[in-house]
């Protein structure tokens, strides 16, 4: 029995196109990296969760509200298909043609392997356009992929046998593209997309002509087999060597099977491709999102007014910047105050403690970085002489100083390339109220801060004479002058108390000892003990001195010493103790307070 190996009959010269193709796709384009585009809002409010607002993170909203990156995975893309591609075709596909006349039957199968590759794998291509206030971009992909089918064709009757190989291949083209609006609301207009016949080695009805989007194989050629070549059977009279009757049917048969199975590859390889484009270029958004409109209607916590309120007495507007980073695009919708002066005001009171807590901290030794609270001791004692002087004589005009919030860094979310704009600016005046009086636990002065905006985010900060009188405090408020009076909200936006129909900041306030309040300290004998440890020759090894800029810090330069002291011993075994209680929190220990919290805003 004879076993005939002969070349492909799919066209004339088709040797020749499959090399020449071949050689022209075989430097496939380098990949290169994808590009993102994104929007942001940067506003003195949180704008996913306003409820959660605070003024110390201010300079930190501006998270992306759309983040859409443009990269196409080609090597994984390319295994998905081609696995679609192989689920479309049995392993094996035959049958036996009977003959009628006096002739041998024949018995046919085929095998169809088709393989999918990526020729082209350029990344998309982000263009800005429009002006900068539009935020508007095109993103265009030009790509391109091999299909092949390769086919082992066998043929035998019980005299005579033929295996045929046949190879066809298409070179599909895509290009797609799609405009997105960023603000005032994302805008995605409808993907464009379109194919085209790159290269082949059959002769096609389309020609090379590009094909429209949703324009698949079978609508343009149809789903019957002939259908698909203008020139007829690719395979020729591949049976011919059999040459009766029942030959002529099988070769219809395998013809038949193969040009089916050409069809479906080529539509199933055109639907990938347009799957790609629709996963990776087209942007996803689940509603019109108008983010102009959403930004306007965000309330503010505890002001009971939203954004877009509030934005007249802000002297607020909202600025669109963009950049265009790696390639591809950022955008940020950014609310800008000009904090000019309007008449707000805010209006508080200074309480410098008549006690302060001392307390020692340990470097080095087993009791490394323990602060240790050693009770409350007098301060503030040269105010006890000027009660009854005015504030402005005892504190001085630096006592506060303010400023007030202009809006968010564009530079802070979109990179070096943005505008570099201060948030910040110092204004507004400081005004003593009165004269300094001595209450129980403190000394206190009354202020005034003018010259600020109607609405503002104000932040105050202790200074001068105020922060040396104990009191050490860095605040943001929420200002908001309105018919007469100043109302303020702190900074998780909760208002602060009435007196006299305006809101009241308070700075300092009694002196306290660790977390416990009070007078918590060392006992007396202890205290004792350590303090006599600040003459040298009581423990000279142990370093104990006054720690220099603060007279109510006794530091401990030597740990190892320190700790071997009967001092050092009793307080080891405290905190040993304490360590311990973090395993089993049900064991009652005795506590090792944190060092001395000097007073902060009281309310």
Not at 492 to 501: H, M, Q, R, V
Not at 553 to 571: P, S, Y
Request: with cysteine.
């Amino acid at each position: 029995m004879r076993n005939t190996t002969r070349p492909s009959f799919v066209l004339p010269c088709a040797a020749a196109l499959a090399v020449s193709g071949l050689f022209a796709l075989a430097p496939a384009e380098a990949e290169a990296a994808g590009k993102t585009v994104r929007i942001h809002v940067q506003a003195p409010v949180d704008f996913h969760n306003p409820l959660a607002t605070r003024l110390d993170s201010i300079e930190s909203y501006g998270a992306p509200l759309f983040y859409q990156d443009f990269e196409i995975p080609y090597d994984q893309l390319e295994k998905l298909i081609g696995d679609k591609l192989d689920e479309m075709v049995p392993n094996k596909i035959g049958d036996t043609v009977v003959c009628t006349d006096p002739c041998p039957d024949v018995t046919w199968s085929i095998r169809i392997r088709p393989t999918f590759k990526f020729t082209k794998k350029n990344q998309p291509v982000v263009t800005k356009i429009g002006p900068s206030g539009d935020a508007r971009v095109k993103v265009e992909l030009s790509a391109q992929a091999k299909v092949s089918v390769h086919a082992d064709v066998h043929a035998e009757t019980w005299f005579d046998s033929v295996d045929v190989p046949v190879d066809v291949f298409v070179v599909i083209g895509v290009k797609a593209s799609v405009e997105v609006g960023l603000w005032p609301k994302i805008d995605p207009k409808p993907v464009q997309l379109e194919f085209s016949l790159d290269d082949k080695n059959i002769d096609l009805e389309l020609n090379g002509t590009a094909v429209g989007l949703g324009m698949k194989w079978g609508t343009i050629i149809g789903l019957s087999p002939v259908g698909l070549l203008v020139g007829g059977p690719i395979l020729g009279p591949i049976l011919a060597i059999l040459g009766d009757e029942a030959a002529d049917i099988a070769e219809k048969k395998v013809s038949g099977v193969f040009y089916d199975r050409v069809e479906k590859l080529f539509a199933q390889a055109t639907r990938g491709l347009e799957d790609m484009v629709n996963d990776y270029i087209e942007p996803y958004v689940n509603q019109v999102n108008d983010i102009k409109d959403k930004l306007l209607n965000k309330p503010i916590k505890g002001v009971n007014k939203t954004v877009g309120q509030l934005l007249g007495q802000l002297g607020a507007s909202i600025e669109v910047h963009t950049v265009t980073p790696d390639g591809g695009l950022a955008a940020s919708a950014v609310v800008r105050m000009t904090g000019a002066s309007a008449g707000g005001k805010v209006y508080g009171s200074v309480r410098m403690p008549k006690k302060t807590c001392e307390y020692a901290k340990v470097n080095g030794g087993p009791l490394k970085g323990a602060t240790i609270p050693l009770g409350l001791v007098d301060a503030n004692q040269d105010l006890q002489a000027k009660v009854g002087q005015a504030c402005s004589a005892v504190l001085g005009a630096d006592g506060i100083a303010r400023q007030v919030y202009l809006g968010a860094n564009p530079r802070s979310v979109l990179g070096a390339t943005a505008d570099n704009l201060p948030s910040w600016k110092s204004t507004g005046s400081l005004t003593w109220k009165g004269n300094l009086v001595a209450e129980a636990d403190w000394y206190a002065c009354k202020f005034e801060i003018g010259g600020l905006p109607t609405a503002a985010v104000v932040e105050l900060e202790t200074g001068g004479a105020v922060a040396s009188h104990l009191v050490a405090a860095k605040e943001r408020f929420f200002e908001l002058s309105a018919a007469g009076k100043s109302l303020v909200f702190d900074s998780t936006l909760d208002p602060l108390k009435l007196e006299g129909g305006n809101a009241q900041v308070i700075f300092g306030g009694a002196g306290k000892c660790g977390g416990g309040g009070g007078g918590a300290g060392m006992a007396p004998n202890k205290l004792k003990e350590l303090k006599d440890m600040l003459d040298p020759s009581k423990c000279p090894q142990c370093g104990v001195m006054r720690k220099p800029g603060s007279e109510h810090v006794i530091e401990i330069t030597n740990g190892d010493a320190f700790a071997k002291t009967n001092f050092g011993k009793d307080l080891v075994q405290k905190v040993n103790t304490a360590r311990a209680s973090k395993l089993n929190p049900s064991q009652t220990v005795p506590s090792v307070k944190p060092g001395a919290v000097k007073p902060g805003v009281q309310r």
